[in-house]
């Protein structure tokens, strides 16, 4: 976990309830899940292997050591998993090195809860290499926080990630807005007990209480988060 200022909450009349906001990255604030699937159909043909397009739905928006582990028991791929783990992410990395697509609403989100001065995480099940790479491209500047998959002892679907995002700035899970791209996402944010804006990237997330479903973040502002978390919406 790195933090680039002091973390601490500003509040105003007007966004009391609103603590603090966090982001997933891939599939959520810039469009590269696809970029993982790819990754994974390449790397697994050097290996001799074929996925299965099925398995997709199954690997997507989870930890790598899930994710990988569930592919070489699937394929039976001659190769360990911390060997398979160093592929995938020297391949994604190459792969985003030439540049990292934003998701349509990302920008104007990003710059408007700057404006505000909202505390604003983004917690991915991404490794470290991966999450600063992207942020390259992105900035650096929009987080305050960032939280790897690699720096907790439980990825998502366990909420420790989120609950690390939280007491990094003395947050209440309750009064915090996660964004998220994936059933796992949800459910760790949800374990954690945040507010959570679905944005369904590859499989449907169902409506829920305390969970807002839009079709993307262009559908998402500050007002939008603030009515989440006070029950507005």
Known sequence: MTSTISAS????????????????????LVDTEGFWWDVEVEVFADLGHRLDEAW?????????????????????????LPELTVLLNDRFEKRIGLG?????????LLAE??????????????????????LDSVGHHHFSLTVAG??????????EPYLTAASGFGADPRLCAVIEDT?????????????????PSVSP???????????????????????????MR
Not at 116 to 132: G, K, M, N
Not at 206 to 220: F, K, Y
């Open 183 to 199: 059933a796992t996402g949800v459910a760790a944010a949800e374990a954690a007990g945040c507010r959570v804006v679905a944005v």
């Open 56 to 80: 997709r739905d199954v690997v997507v928006g989870g930890p790598m050591t899930r994710s990988a582990g569930y592919l070489i028991d699937s394929t039976g791929a001659d190769i360990t």
């Open 150 to 159: 690699d720096e907790v002892t439980r990825t998502k679907p366990h909420p």
């Open 113 to 134: 809860l700057g404006r505000h001065e909202i505390p604003t995480a983004l917690v991915s099940a991404s490794h470290r290499r991966i999450i600063d790479r992207v």
């Open 100 to 108: 990292v697509p934003l998701m349509p609403g990302a920008a104007r």
């Open 205 to 231: 997330i169902a409506p829920a209480a305390g969970r807002a479903v839009v079709s993307s973040l262009e559908e998402v502002d500050l007002a939008f988060l603030r009515g989440l978390v006070t029950g």
């Open 9 to 28: 909450l500003t509040r105003t009349a007007e966004g009391a309830a609103l603590q603090a906001v966090f982001l997933d990255m891939d599939g959520t």
